[in-house]
């Protein structure tokens, strides 16, 4: 048998059962995709993580959906590194994770686990009707032209009006090859915009996203830490966030309320990279045997 120790973590929160869980698994990055998608899929997870050792790095980590690996994700990271600390499985307040988009480092600051995106890159723009047509509002509720924006993973940042056009937005999955299409990549399971408004879901808060997913991902992520970097980026390059830190909020209307810390890297005309910090729980930890599964 092939036992595997993991440990489940609720990401961007203090308490269980809120921001976004991850399983990570210790040890599994030997793993076949095959079998780390199966396991995603077991979780109902919307992302796992696997680690294992690195030549370039204090440790590798690897990304998985339900249907593909991707080459970084915000929460699982914040997961991770929550779950190796919990572990004991490093020292001091530093750490660096070899990931498919290049090395991230990490910082502790207190509670909070503080990851360096890397700089961030300006992709394709997407028609606002398009966009509009994909999560079913009109185009007039979208006060900024989309951007594909990338610190890790690509993402098609759209700034909504209101908290209102937000809560009404839902995905419709038969648009979003024409979004792929239009930022020339294959595939349509990354082309779901991420969706923010410019006022917190809380007094304390400074803007309130969402991220409709489309299958076989569950339907709605909870707190989504890599778009949150990119649309971080995206606001700073267009004037939109007069703060050089601000806080993200998303998934309160999912009861899993989720909060980040974010921070610029250089100025806003030449990013070197974007800060974002949150804390993780460790919720449950145990074995999972994935021998049957190869």
């Known amino acids: 048998m092939s036992w595997f120790d993991f440990d489940w973590v609720d990401a961007f929160s203090d308490r269980a059962f809120g921001g976004n869980g991850c399983a990570v698994v210790h040890g599994g990055a030997v793993l076949s995709e095959d079998v780390c998608m199966a396991y995603v899929r077991e979780t109902s997870l919307v992302e796992c993580t696997f680690t294992g ?5 204090d440790i590798r980590v690897r990304y998985f959906l339900a249907s593909r690996e991707i080459p970084f994700a915000g929460h699982p990271t914040i997961a991770t590194v929550a779950a190796m600390r919990s572990r004991d499985l490093f020292k001091g307040d530093e750490l660096t994770l070899e990931t498919g988009a ?8 207190g509670d909070e686990i503080e990851m360096t995106q890397v700089a961030p890159q300006f992709g394709a723009m997407v028609p ?9 509002l009109p185009e007039e509720a979208i006060i900024s032209p989309p951007q594909f924006v990338s610190t890790g ?11 209102e056009a937000l809560r009404a937005a839902k995905l419709d999955v038969s648009v979003l ?6 930022a020339g990549f294959s595939g349509s399971d990354m082309a779901e915009p991420f969706l923010v408004t410019l006022k917190g879901a809380t007094d304390t ?3 309130f996203s969402r991220l409709l997913m489309a299958p076989p991902s569950p339907p709605e992520d ?10 971080a980026a995206y606001l700073w390059k267009y004037g939109l966030m007069p703060k ?7 998934g309160h209307d999912m009861g899993r309320a989720g909060q980040a810390t974010v921070t610029r890297v250089g100025p806003m005309d030449a990013m070197t990279g974007i800060k974002v910090a949150g804390c993780g729980k460790v919720l449950m930890r145990g074995q999972v045997d994935l021998s049957e599964a190869e």
């Open 177 to 182: 090859p024409k979004i792929t299409e239009k």
């Open 128 to 136: 606002a009707d398009l966009v509009a047509a994909a999560i079913s």
């Open 222 to 231: 909870p707190f989504t830490g890599s778009a949150t970097g990119a649309m």
């Open 102 to 109: 290049g090395v991230v480092s990490i910082r502790l600051n």
């Open 205 to 207: 808060g400074d803007t």
């Open 53 to 57: 050792p690195s030549d370039v790095a």
């Open 244 to 250: 050089d830190t601000f806080v993200a909020e998303q």
């Open 153 to 163: 993973l690509p993402f098609c940042v759209t700034v909504l009006r209101d908290h």
